[in-house]
DNA sequence: TTGAAAGCGCTAACAG
DNA sequence: CTGTTAGCGCTTTCAA
């Protein structure tokens, strides 16, 4: 098939079509690149008739204007970089797609930063912004990609995690002692008193604060705390397998777990089952984070739940305000949990095995 | 506090400095911009003494060469579209990690477009890589955004999907009606007869090849195919419930179920459960997928692993062969699946409720 | 409402 | 090994 344009006396192929810039469709339509440059981004700006004129010639060349030369004169790119440890883990998923909804309905995009944990590929990132290829970051661990600039506030940032108390960086998140004391007094007043803890890695601030809560709970209802009962391992099933192993072998009568997320208990259950342990009339579970697959548990879980989806679109709009120069008045903002009792909990029972 | 820089008898604030460019630097150092620009990209071409007068007047300053200047040149952005229907999506989120990872290791990053299976999104992704703001675009969904210019192998694109015939299109993929007859064969080899299934939604060419093999598997073992046995539904827990409610309620006494994804299976156990239907004693499930929970179900999943990894590191990296002018030799790529015994199928025993 | 013209920051010939 | 120079494609005053 024969294929050519015929353009200002020569012939171009479809090839040489796909390079046409805005002068050249200035040149077509017969206007300059300027009345070109403004139909296609403030059309209300141009009058119907040469709006007409342009869009035609572009659409017989089938011409898009480039970002590139735009975001080079703007200095903006209209890219985020949203950092997760990894987008496999069904927290985290909810969260960046909430961004993602949020980033696109103000015109922007979304560079998907898996990091698995790795401060390297952290930095990397974070470089990103430095080299304009994005315009601002989001970080959903608890690590900050330790640039002086985001501190100095030169370079838009948000975190949705606790890291170390900085007051410098705009953070959204949760109120990890509240959910921690939370799901503790659900056991409590089921009767446990005896609860072990499966905790994620000892150092997040997330971790530190949840424990916190329970230690709170615990003391209100004057039970001394006893360190023996609580776990350390990762945010993940495997390890929370693990982590209900150690228990069972350790405790072998325990009456109550509270794992500090959902996929640790699924974990959990799944040892739980393979022991013969009933839940929860055997034993009663309780965790964070309301995942969707929670409620599809054998048995459904009861947890506190997290707003990933309001985490992800108030801290990406956070972030565009920033980045838009409308800095938001608050520095911290924390969303509402909501404790979801499912079936995975039941009243403290003495033990019959 | 007070921050300055002194630069060629003038004095610079820390915000000024943010904005230094490339001739800054060249300045600075006293070599030319050229210079700079090589000490960043191609150290090797340069001096080691030089290269160390630039870069520690970079270091000075701050300088981070910006992209933008940098894409617009090359007319490359180095973004790549990642479209999935639901980054949320276990199946897809292991995908798209891996697809990052690829990415990553050759220079690319990810603009993470989640769909929602939305067409306008869809189109409205595509056309990031017609204005450059992308290099190329991977679709791990069963609809192309149907522009010519990619069809015309004028835009890099890679399908993850067997998508309606197209040989213009590079396409990784599984052999679905291999899988379906895989997993059809499991079941009639444990004794079972009538086998309900549950695909996903009837018009996805995926869901029409498995169905396929589970026809050509019935088939061989001379058992008629039963349409009343097969519920359309979506890849999804709370549709999967749904469709075994009816199924329980449309033929009590089923003995095997096939789901077209374990995400479905979720949704079937969790109503078998509560009905109290033994699996595998009563019933057998199968599925495909095994995303990383199956194996934490109860029972853990029998399922068909599809290989999620290496389906988004090829696609990806073919994807980059492309964009970098190295076209791959095959047009479509067939990836191993199999077969993963676990406990939720068993011999068919009569029944007794 | 439209046009002329000056860059945005960088790269890549080409020349030395 | 280093410098000069001409753009890449677009936006945006400013002037008409």
């Given at each position: 098939?024969?294929?050519?344009?015929?353009?200002?006396?020569?012939?171009?192929?479809?090839?040489?079509?796909?390079?046409?810039?805005?002068?050249?469709?200035?040149?077509?339509?017969?206007?300059?690149?300027?009345?070109?440059?403004?139909?296609?981004?403030?059309?209300?700006?141009?009058?119907?008739?040469?709006?007409?004129?342009?869009?035609?010639?572009?659409?017989?060349?089938?011409?898009?204007?480039?970002?590139?030369?735009?975001?080079?004169?703007?200095?903006?790119?209209?890219?985020?970089?949203?950092?997760?440890?990894?987008?496999?883990?069904?927290?985290?998923?909810?969260?960046?797609?909430?961004?993602?909804?949020?980033?696109?309905?103000?015109?922007?995009?979304?560079?998907?930063?898996?990091?698995?944990?790795?401060?390297?590929?952290?930095?990397?990132?974070?470089?990103?912004?430095?080299?304009?290829?994005?315009?601002?970051?989001?970080?959903?661990?608890q690590?900050?990609?330790?640039?002086?600039?985001?501190?100095?506030?030169?370079?838009?940032?948000?975190s949705t995690s606790e890291l170390v108390e900085n007051?410098?960086?705009?953070r959204?998140g949760v109120d990890n002692i509240a959910i921690g004391k939370l799901a503790t007094?659900?056991?409590?007043?089921?009767?446990?008193?005896?609860?072990?803890v499966?905790s994620g890695n000892e150092p997040l601030r997330s971790c530190q604060d949840r424990l916190l809560g329970y230690k709170l709970a615990?003391?209100?209802?004057?039970?001394?705390?006893?360190?023996?009962?609580v776990?350390y391992?990762?945010y993940?099933?495997?390890?929370?397998?693990?982590?209900?192993?150690?228990?069972?072998?350790?405790?072998?009568?325990?009456?109550?777990?509270f794992?500090f997320g959902?996929?640790?208990?699924?974990?959990?259950?799944?040892?739980?089952?393979?022991?013969?342990?009933?839940?929860?009339?055997?034993?009663?579970?309780?965790?964070i984070d309301?995942?969707?697959?929670?409620?599809?548990?054998?048995?459904?879980?009861?947890?506190v739940?997290q707003?990933?989806?309001?985490?992800?679109?108030?801290?990406?709009?956070?972030?565009?305000?920033?980045?838009?120069?409308?800095?938001?008045?608050?520095?911290l903002?924390l969303l509402?949990h909501?404790?979801?009792?499912?079936?995975?909990?039941?009243?403290?029972?003495?033990?019959?095995?």
């Amino acid at each position: 098939m024969l294929w050519f344009m015929l353009i200002n006396h020569s012939i171009l192929s479809r090839a040489q079509v796909a390079k046409l810039n805005i002068n050249d469709i200035a040149l077509i339509a017969g206007v300059s690149n300027a009345t070109v440059s403004r139909a296609f981004r403030e059309p209300q700006k141009v009058s119907q008739k040469t709006r007409d004129k342009v869009m035609l010639a572009a659409k017989n060349v089938g011409f898009t204007p480039s970002s590139l030369g735009a975001s080079l004169k703007q200095g903006r790119s209209y890219n985020i970089v949203v950092l997760v440890p990894d987008i496999t883990n069904p927290y985290f998923s909810p969260i960046v797609r909430a961004m993602e909804q949020a980033a696109n309905a103000r015109g922007y995009s979304v560079l998907l930063g898996d990091t698995q944990d790795c401060p390297d590929r952290e930095r990397s990132y974070a470089k990103m912004v430095k080299s304009k290829q994005a315009d601002g970051i989001i970080i959903n661990s608890q690590r900050l990609p330790l640039d002086l600039d985001f501190e100095q506030e030169l370079l838009p940032i948000v975190s949705t995690s606790e890291l170390v108390e900085n007051d410098r960086i705009y953070r959204i998140g949760v109120d990890n002692i509240a959910i921690g004391k939370l799901a503790t007094e659900h056991l409590l007043a089921l009767g446990h008193t005896r609860i072990a803890v499966v905790s994620g890695n000892e150092p997040l601030r997330s971790c530190q604060d949840r424990l916190l809560g329970y230690k709170l709970a615990l003391a209100e209802a004057n039970i001394a705390f006893d360190p023996a009962l609580v776990y350390y391992t990762q945010y993940s099933t495997a390890t929370g397998a693990k982590a209900a192993e150690k228990i069972v072998a350790d405790i072998p009568n325990i009456s109550a777990i509270f794992s500090f997320g959902d996929l640790i208990s699924i974990g959990i259950l799944h040892v739980l089952h393979k022991m013969n342990y009933q839940v929860p009339q055997q034993v009663s579970l309780i965790s964070i984070d309301d995942i969707s697959l929670a409620m599809y548990c054998t048995p459904p879980l009861t947890t506190v739940a997290q707003p990933m989806n309001t985490l992800g679109e108030l801290s990406m709009n956070t972030l565009i305000d920033l980045i838009e120069k409308k800095p938001p008045e608050r520095k911290l903002t924390l969303l509402a949990h909501k404790l979801i009792c499912r079936e995975s909990t039941g009243q403290y029972k003495p033990y019959t095995r």
